[in-house]
């Protein structure tokens, strides 16, 4: 999601295709990244109205929307809830503690999400960089 005006951009938001596990269930979750004003822009609606769209897409396309974060609140008064159990990546090695993510997780439920324990383990797979 990209937001322009007078062919500059304002602000941008990508959603990724990824595969969390809840358990030991798949879910195809689209995974919010990249989200950013530009810093003389920002406190106008924005991020706000960017995120708006990754949303859209997610409850369309995906069974889950998550992403990562440090921010307090800017996420939770839009639906989404944090991951209050332990996290995981699926690494090349086998599955393996992501434990300075925990608590910085976001999960979006979408009309086809299955149940959630938000207190279990979650799982993303495997890249390169920033797992998270």
Known sequence: MLLRENGSSIAHAAVVQR???????????????????????????????VMAEAERVIAAAYDLGALSTGLEGFYERTGWERWLGP???????????????DGGVLVLRTP???DLDLTGPLACDWRYGDVW
């Open 87 to 101: 996290t995981y990546v699926l690494a090349p090695s086998g599955l393996t503690r992501t434990d300075e993510d």
């Open 19 to 49: 595969q969390l596990l809840h358990g030991e269930l798949p879910i195809r979750t689209g995974y919010v990244e990249a989200v950013a004003v530009r810093r003389d822009r920002r406190r106008e609606g924005h991020g706000r109205a």
């Open 112 to 114: 086809t999400s299955p």
